[in-house]
């Protein structure tokens, strides 16, 4: 990420919510919220909720979010008892979007860099549609 964009993203007062899908992601999971939850701190002024949200999950996920959630106070997790589904995960927590600036999401796995989302909401800050959507597309 440019200078610029790391200026921008340390300017901004906004909130911004991170939604992470989560089934039986006990071994996985740890490492990216911690990746992300450092990563905001150090490069996003503005408030940040990373929401894991649980469906069906049938091992320890929920027991690593908690715990990490005790070292980064930026960790949330919303529980679905029943598998819902990737999509119906992020519907829920699409839910939430009148209460946030902006509303992401990654995959548990961690395989998309926190540094990915940061520039999209950068430019989004910045209002450079043609950026975000050359990104999406």
Same mark, same amino acid.
């Given at each position: 990420?440019?200078?610029?964009?790391?200026?921008?993203?340390?300017?901004?007062?906004?909130?911004?919510?991170?939604?992470?899908?989560?089934?039986?992601e006990?071994?996985?999971?740890?490492g990216?919220?911690?990746?992300?939850?450092?990563?905001?701190?150090?490069?996003?002024s503005?408030?940040?909720k990373?929401? *894991?949200?649980? #469906?069906?999950?049938?091992d320890?996920?929920?027991? *690593? *979010?908690?715990s990490?959630?005790?070292?980064?106070?930026?960790?949330?997790?919303?529980?679905?008892?029943? @598998?819902?589904?990737?999509?119906?995960?992020?519907?829920?927590?699409?839910?939430?979007? @009148?209460?946030? $600036?902006?509303?992401?999401?990654?995959?548990?796995?961690?395989?998309? @860099? @926190?540094?990915?989302?940061?520039?999209?909401a950068? #430019?989004?800050?910045?209002?450079?549609?043609? $950026?975000?959507?050359?990104? *999406?597309?």
């Amino acid at each position: 990420m440019e200078d610029t964009e790391k200026t921008s993203m340390r300017e901004s007062s906004l909130h911004f919510t991170l939604l992470i899908p989560a089934y039986n992601e006990e071994e996985r999971i740890a490492g990216t919220l911690k990746e992300y939850a450092e990563y905001f701190r150090s490069q996003f002024s503005g408030g940040i909720k990373i929401l *894991v949200i649980l #469906n069906g999950c049938q091992d320890a996920t929920l027991e *690593v *979010v908690r715990s990490c959630a005790k070292q980064y106070s930026e960790i949330e997790a919303m529980e679905f008892k029943a @598998p819902i589904g990737k999509g119906g995960a992020l519907i829920e927590g699409l839910k939430l979007a @009148p209460q946030t $600036d902006i509303i992401g999401y990654t995959d548990a796995d961690g395989a998309t @860099p @926190p540094g990915s989302n940061a520039h999209i909401a950068s #430019n989004m800050l910045r209002k450079r549609w043609s $950026d975000w959507l050359t990104l *999406v597309t």
